[in-house]
Nanobody
Framework: VQLQASGGGLVRAGGSLRLSCVAS????????MDWYRQAPGKERELVAT???????DYADSAKGRFAISRDNDKKSSYLQMNSLKPEDTAVYYC???WGWGPEYVASWGQGTLVTVSS
């Protein structure tokens, strides 16, 4: 199973980016899809989650600006990021939790760099 994250880039403050994460391989029953980010010198933090039923959850820093979505048929997750701020600069990683349960498999994408200039 491989996850491919894309969509990062350089954007000015106030701008928008849409990140994508696509899974390939023998992945099934994706329970939850997460987006994390890691800024230089900081720990990786959870930004947004979407569960199989469509319920979403966001870090306080992302609420009102970011929107996570999923396409189960395409085994994909998306993170729409609006009103970007310089403090959103980080490498963004996707993670999928999948399998039959109760013990799920966690698969990570390679990360995509988002740089927000002031």
């Amino acid at each position: 199973v491989q996850l491919q994250a894309s969509g990062g880039g350089l954007v000015r403050a106030g701008g928008s980016l849409r990140l994508s994460c696509v899974a390939s391989g023998s992945i099934f029953c994706i329970n939850r899809m997460d987006w994390y980010r890691q800024a230089p010198g900081k720990e990786r933090e959870l930004v947004a989650t979407i569960f199989s039923g469509g319920i979403t959850d966001y870090a306080d820093s992302a609420k009102g600006r970011f929107a996570i979505s999923r396409d189960n048929d395409k085994k994909s997750s998306y993170l729409q990021m609006n009103s970007l701020k310089p403090e959103d600069t980080a490498v963004y990683y996707c993670k999928f939790l999948w399998g039959w349960g109760p013990e799920y498999v966690a698969s990570w994408g390679q990360g995509t760099l988002v740089t927000v200039s002031s």
